[in-house]
């Protein structure tokens, strides 16, 4: 779906800024990431907020079933050109999601390997909020472009869910 939260969008930024590398490219990101729990941030929180709210709408669309999701992380990067997030997922996630605070033009977009070279890969679009199961497999190619590539991911869980024996 997209965003247009301009306020949201300034604040994230600011934090993002604020937090420098906290993983030092240790990460699958090769790129300056925060700290992984930024829930109480100023415009991690509003994002937050909107991402269960989406996430259990999905659920019931997709499944038939209420869910009770709750974020156990949220994180923002800060690429420039040429960085890329190594292919990984966020199992066992229910569903994951990569928020695209700006579009630099040129930038690589989210690739989901599994889809092929072609169509595996969702253009950057400003405000674009992509949900994807947490087991999908997906990255970030290396491309060229000026300034700074600025997005937030997340994990929900269902705190319903239990293991039966």
């Given at each position: ?52 709210t989406i996430g259990n709408r999905i659920s019931k669309l997709k499944y038939n079933v209420d869910v009770s999701l709750s974020l156990r992380n949220i994180w923002g990067m800060k690429y420039k050109s040429e960085e890329i997030a190594v292919p990984h997922d966020h199992w ?74």
């Amino acid at each position: 779906c997209m965003l247009n939260e301009p306020k949201m969008d300034k604040l994230i930024i600011k934090e993002i800024n604020k937090q420098g590398d906290k993983m030092q490219h240790t990460s699958n990101v090769k790129a300056q990431m925060t700290e992984w729990q930024m829930y109480e941030k100023p415009g991690f929180k509003d994002l937050a907020n909107i991402a269960k709210t989406i996430g259990n709408r999905i659920s019931k669309l997709k499944y038939n079933v209420d869910v009770s999701l709750s974020l156990r992380n949220i994180w923002g990067m800060k690429y420039k050109s040429e960085e890329i997030a190594v292919p990984h997922d966020h199992w066992p996630a229910l569903w994951s999601f990569a928020y695209y605070v700006n579009a630099p033009e040129g930038a690589s977009g989210l690739f989901f390997p599994e889809m092929g070279d072609q169509g595996g890969e969702r253009k950057l679009e400003k405000g674009l909020l992509i949900f994807f199961q947490g087991h999908i497999r997906h990255a970030v190619r290396q491309s060229k472009f000026k300034g700074y590539r600025y997005v937030v991911s997340g994990n929900l869980h269902n705190e319903r869910a239990s293991i039966e024996t």
